[in-house]
């Protein structure tokens, strides 16, 4: 199993919509969960961490980490084309601390 | 301005040769990272490290090389006994081990001629 997974999709929303996005992680993977968005050809771009189990809520963006079913998901409100990017999730792995990436999911919204 | 610059922002290699990337990060941070993206793919970890003068490989070092004789610099070196350099490769930096925010410079984009 790989320490951090998503389906690579790509998503398509409406704009207006709620965009969810998830991402499941092994045993290996613990502690501290971002979500990153990337957009063409750019380099990521943090929009999200997550520490604790719960919901995390930024703007337009809520970030939800539940620990005992080892996943995290990220909804996006009120989806918006600028939205459309591949949003990556990342987690802590091993003692040294190593922030590792899913493969990313694209997400498209259409007007 | 504080950041994360990388350069170059496009560089060519030809067969055989060794090049080396440049990371230098202005914002104090102990911890810097190498990963490498393919097409349409994640990221992947080559190396990183949390401290100057120590580093760890991470899941896909063969070829690589890096050093960390400074704080604010992390270079890579791709060698010629990577196989397939193509690639984009994006430096990050973090405060430190216990606070894992990372934050990505613009990358370089490799391409083997």
């Known amino acids: 199993q790989k320490e951090v997974e998503q389906n690579s999709g790509p998503l398509s929303v409406p704009e207006g919509a709620i965009a969810s996005l998830n991402c499941t992680y092994s045993?290996?993977?613990?502690?501290?969960f971002f979500w990153y968005r990337q957009y063409s050809g750019k380099s990521p771009e943090l929009i999200m961490s997550?520490?604790?189990?719960g919901d995390k809520e930024d703007g337009r963006f809520t970030a939800q980490l539940n620990k005992a079913s080892q996943y995290v998901s990220l909804l996006i409100r009120d989806s918006q084309p600028s939205d459309s990017a591949t949003y990556l999730c990342?987690?802590?792995?091993?003692?040294?601390?190593?922030?590792?990436f899913g493969a990313g999911t694209r997400l498209a919204v259409h007007p | 301005d504080g950041g994360i610059t990388q350069s170059p922002k496009y560089l060519f290699r030809k067969e055989g040769q060794n090049v080396t990337l440049s990371c230098e990060q202005n914002?104090?941070?102990?911890?810097m990272y190498w990963y490498r993206q393919d097409p349409g793919q994640g990221l992947r970890l080559i190396y990183y490290?949390?401290?100057?003068?120590?580093?760890q490989k991470g899941d896909i070092a063969e070829g690589y090389s890096v050093s960390r004789e400074k704080k604010e610099s992390f270079p890579l070196t791709v060698t010629s006994a990577q196989k397939n350099p193509t690639a984009f490769y994006l430096c990050?930096?973090?405060?430190?081990?216990?606070?894992?925010?990372?934050?990505f410079g613009q990358g370089t984009r490799l391409t083997v001629v």
């Open positions: 045993d290996r993977v613990s502690q501290s």
């Open positions: 914002l104090n941070h102990d911890a």
């Open positions: 990050a930096s973090s405060i430190d081990r216990r606070n894992t925010e990372a934050f």
């Open positions: 990342a987690g802590i792995s091993g003692g040294y601390n190593k922030l590792i």
């Open positions: 490290s949390q401290i100057v003068n120590d580093f």
């Open positions: 997550i520490y604790s189990n």
